[in-house]
């Protein structure tokens, strides 16, 4: 959706998607908003709780059956597993995702991972197409005025053009733009320490798989070292992101990380908004 300043103010329900990378503040601006009459729609969250859930189930409880007592407590339903995903801890999807690697040393082999990438990447497209009944809903079951679309910083990665096409068709798109060379280190940084769950293209991953295999005179990725592989591949997947959301902005509207930083208000975000219009305008 494209506005002018005075179209943007009359908007009386205001639809906002958030894009950029993880760590960028989203997840912090959505919650924000939450407080002042805004549905918040985590596209992770949807996806663990919804479209992965019964995969991440399926894991958990074949790795339970792999112990006796717990094999035996399961067969006679005397005990449950269940997930306990929230917006701001995505942990049972990030165990389903998995690291590539060494299964000797928590990784996931090869052929796993790229399955669980591909059922990853078809769980965050389902997500996507569900915004806008969830837009729907906001209003009419829930009684939210706007809506605060916060999706994955793996968005970009989709190859899908329909959900693009989609979220700009319901939503106004807001990339987030980092500008500042120590606030990428951070945020590589954080998701280093800190990884949230991933999803790499497939030419992508094992282009970068080869580059990693060769360059630690390794055959195959059961010799990886996971949390190794991860932090080597991660700067790579971040710069290659950039251009890919930049694409996407051009169908919205582009403010700078040190922006949204700034502000702590609903109004100071629409202030935000209204900065960013303008500028494109």
């Known amino acids: 959706m494209k506005f002018t300043v005075e179209s943007f103010r009359a908007w009386e329900h205001k639809k906002i998607t958030l894009l950029g990378m993880s760590g960028v503040g989203k997840t912090y601006i959505s919650n924000m908003l ?3 009459d805004w549905f918040h729609y985590s596209g992770d969250y949807r996806i663990g709780t919804r479209y992965l859930d019964e995969l991440i189930l399926d894991l958990v409880k ?6 006796p007592f717990l094999r035996d407590l399961l067969r006679r339903d005397w005990i449950y597993i269940r997930n306990n995903i929230k917006v701001d801890d995505l942990g049972p999807v990030l165990s389903f995702v998995g690291k590539l690697g060494n ?3 928590g990784g996931v082999p090869l052929g796993d991972f790229v399955r669980r990438q591909a059922q990853y990447r078809e769980a965050e497209i389902a997500a996507v197409h569900d915004v806008p009944e969830f837009i729907r809903k906001a209003r ?4 939210y005025k706007h809506f605060i679309n916060d999706m994955g910083g793996s968005l970009c990665e989709l190859d899908d053009p329909g959900v693009i096409e989609l979220l700009a068709g319901h939503t106004l798109i807001l990339y987030i733009k980092i500008t500042d060379e120590m606030q990428e280190q951070q945020l590589i940084s954080r998701a280093q320490s800190a990884p949230k769950p991933l999803y ?3 030419e ?11 360059d630690n005179n390794l055959e195959y990725a059961a010799q990886i070292d996971p949390d190794d592989f991860t932090r080597w591949i991660f700067p790579r997947l971040f710069h290659s992101r950039i251009p890919r959301y930049e694409a996407i902005a051009e ?9 949204l930083s700034r502000v702590s208000k609903e109004g100071e975000f629409l202030e935000l908004l209204e900065t960013a219009i303008a500028r494109e305008n």
């Open 251 to 259: 169908k919205g509207y582009t403010v700078t990380s040190q922006e």
């Open 34 to 36: 939450r407080k002042h």
């Open 140 to 143: 009419e079951v829930y009684g």
């Open 62 to 67: 074949a790795q339970a059956m792999q112990q």
């Open 200 to 202: 790499y293209r497939p």
């Open 103 to 105: 299964p000797e040393q």
């Open 204 to 214: 992508f991953l094992m282009q970068e798989l080869q580059v990693y295999l060769q």
